[in-house]
């Protein structure tokens, strides 16, 4: 079964930067070219959303509309990492966030669609506050 874990997250100043790591384990395969990952974020009081999502073997990246050009994801097969760089983070980049995957899940832009068994990280906390 796949495991994931975040990590990263923290409290920082308006416009400053992050870099979200997702840790991956008991995958098939050798590299983590055969899934797709997405990250998500969960506001307080609001539902879970797709930030971004990295497809499987192409690498192709998708981003909310609200985040791109200031987020950056990326597979790292050396380490079986997902990274989610964010910069210039703003106050409604506030919540918790969350890496998934699974065999078969796939990005519909920035959401990833994950089958039943899908795989969830525990979440990490990012706080844009000054």
């Known amino acids: 079964q796949v495991q994931l874990v975040e990590s990263g997250g923290g409290l920082v100043q308006p416009g400053g930067s992050l870099s979200l790591s997702c840790a991956v384990s008991g995958f098939i395969g050798s590299t983590l070219d055969y899934y797709a990952i997405g990250w998500f974020r969960q506001a307080p009081g609001k539902e879970r959303e797709g930030v971004s999502c990295i497809s499987a073997s192409e690498h192709k990246t998708y981003y909310a509309d609200d985040v791109k050009g200031r987020f950056t994801i990326s597979k790292d097969n050396s380490k079986n990492t997902v990274l989610l760089q964010m910069t210039n983070l703003k106050p409604e980049d506030t919540g918790v966030y969350y890496c998934?995957?699974?065999?078969?899940?796939?990005?519909?832009?920035?959401?990833?669609?994950?089958?039943?068994?899908?795989?969830w990280g525990q979440g990490t906390q990012v706080t844009v506050a000054s």
């Open positions: 998934a995957t699974d065999l078969g899940a796939y990005c519909r832009g920035s959401s990833l669609r994950l089958p039943q068994s899908g795989s």
